[in-house]
């Protein structure tokens, strides 16, 4: 579908969210009856119309939603389908203004829309998806280095007198600041300063992605300021940046059979003091530690850490942090898993809030802490 050059004339609130002219959301202004939050997209696959409006719009078209309907499906453009619209909404706000007023005096004025719209088409290349009220919007900004982050935004009610609030891809809280004669322009260009900040953590956990096992994180990675990574068969090790200082000593929590984390604790505790400060943090970890982290090939799946009862590595948030003892088997298991399997074992012992049984896999005996609010 070809973009409609008469769409900026007749609707100059309506705002194409791509290149592509696919989809506009915005403003349509009903004379004397007032201005609605509208999104119109048309899908290429499809050969059809989807249409989303504010509930006050919705409240007028609700007697004729079934001519909405039809006009979708007939329409060809979404500049032909508004020629449509508009006269149906003014015809049916005229029969019911009585019912409608309360909800149009809430729609923002026009000036409003207008400067929004300003601001809006200045960034229009960085803009991801806009709500069809046009007050919730994610932007993508890329930072010096080529990585992708997002940036949401709320707009107050009194925007832009007052701040919109923020929520981004970054690891710690932003702190915005909103001069008087803020716009979204400048809300951008802060974020991409703030961007450039957390430069070195983010270059040192690429090193960790590129070199190692990464069991944590799997999504939202440029917010995480830390990483799991597979040490060994059943053994891991939580490494928690400083964002602001990303080469100094991390917190570390190692995860495992206990003969394998005491070792590796007794090795960081001795070796802490040889911490090169100038050096990458993956190389520090591993001359400290003594160990040498493996990427996750195909020659290395037999280190799988998903649990040896469900067979999965995430459950209802929770990862498999309870282990075999015996060195020739180390499986994993969810604490839940284990503790619904050993409950219902014949051998079972208990001994206060602890439960004891034989590993599934070796006969090991092991054992895991009772989960309060289950069903005994």
């Known amino acids: 579908m070809q973009f409609d050059d008469r769409m900026q004339v007749q609707y100059p609130l309506m705002q194409p969210t ?16 007032g201005d609605y939050s509208v999104r119109v997209k048309y899908d290429k696959g499809g050969g059809k119309l989807t249409f989303e409006c ?25 500049y032909g389908f508004l020629n449509e619209l508009v006269p149906m909404v003014q015809r049916l706000a005229s029969k019911g203004k009585e019912t409608t007023g309360a909800a149009l005096r809430l729609q923002p004025g026009a000036e409003y829309y207008t400067k929004l719209m300003e601001e809006l088409s200045a960034c229009q290349d960085q803009i991801i998806n806009v709500n069809p009220k046009l007050n919730e ?17 709320q707009l107050a009610t009194g925007y832009p007198m007052t701040p ?29 300063l703030e961007l450039e900040k957390f430069q070195g953590m983010w270059m040192q956990l690429e090193a960790f992605d590129k070199r190692s096992w990464i069991l944590e994180p799997t999504e939202n990675v440029w917010k995480a300021n830390f990483r799991r990574v597979v040490i060994e068969r059943s ?64 020659e290395v ?7 040896g009862i469900c067979y999965t590595y995430k459950l209802e948030g929770s990862i ?19 503790f619904e399997y050993i ?26 802490k009772m989960i309060p609010n289950r069903d005994h």
């Not at 394998?260 to 960081?268: A, D, G, T």
């Not at 003892?325 to 298991?333: K, L």
């Open 18 to 33: 791509s290149l592509l002219r696919d989809e506009y959301v915005g403003i349509v202004r009903v004379a004397q009856c």
């Open 54 to 78: 504010d509930a006050a719009m919705r409240l007028i078209l609700e007697p004729e939603l079934d001519r909405v309907r039809t006009r979708l499906r007939n329409s060809s453009s979404i």
């Open 137 to 153: 919007i994610e932007f993508a900004v890329q930072d010096s280095h080529g990585r992708n982050h997002s940036l949401q935004i």
């Open 164 to 192: 919109p609030v923020i929520s981004s891809s970054l690891p710690v809280e932003m702190e915005l600041k909103w001069p008087r004669k803020a716009t979204l322009q400048t809300l951008l260009k802060q974020f991409e």
């Open 235 to 298: 053994t891991s090790i939580l490494i928690v940046l400083d964002p602001r200082n990303p080469k100094t000593l991390p917190e570390c929590h190692f995860l495992g059979p206990d003969h394998k984390i005491n070792l590796l604790r007794q090795r960081m505790a001795d070796s802490a003091n040889k911490w090169d400060s100038e050096a990458m943090v993956i190389d520090n970890l591993e001359s400290v530690l003594d160990i040498k982290f493996v990427a996750k090939t195909d």
């Open 301 to 307: 799946e037999d280190l799988t850490p998903e649990c």
């Open 320 to 338: 498999p942090d309870k282990v075999c003892e015996d060195t020739r088997c180390g499986r994993p298991f969810h604490q839940s898993c284990l």
């Open 343 to 368: 409950r219902t074992l014949p051998g079972m012992r208990q001994s206060f809030d602890t439960l004891f049984g034989d590993c599934p896999y070796c006969g090991t005996q092991l054992r895991v």
